[in-house]
């Protein structure tokens, strides 16, 4: 009886169950608000993160550009090196080459100059008779053999 005795009881009891879904809907729509917070808090780590590794990432390749360019640029001065050493042994060796050929054929020319002189009769040597008595004739023989040489070129 006492709930008909009042008047106000049963609309105080539908203020309060609407006082209370009130606060229940205030506090579902801050839990989906802090919920949301939260997604968005996330997302922007997950950003900050992969910004961080994306700098690290380029900070790398570059420190990995400048050796790779350092480890090509001395591979180049070393073959660079090698290069002007060969050809420095290479021109003495053609030089060495060059004046063995040489000294061979002056040993050979010498070789037939001295074997020509064998075979040349010297002029000094040869005797002319004339009105009885000998003459000789005295000349000094040359020192260059007499003989020509033909070089042909195919």
Known sequence: M????CK???DEDAIERQRKRK???A?????????????????WRGVLVRRTLLVAALR?????CWWR???????????QALLRVYVIQEQAVVKLQSCIRMWQCRQCYRQMCNSLRLFQVPESSLAFQTDSFLQVQYAIPSKQPEFHIEILSI
């Open 8 to 10: 106000g009881g049963p």
């Open 2 to 5: 006492g709930s008909k005795c």
């Open 60 to 64: 790398a390749w570059m420190i990995q």
């Open 69 to 79: 360019t350092l480890v090509q640029r001395r591979i180049h001065q070393r073959q």
């Open 23 to 25: 606060l229940l809907v």
């Open 27 to 43: 506090q579902l729509h801050h839990r989906k608000r802090v919920k949301a917070a939260g997604k968005i808090q996330a997302w």
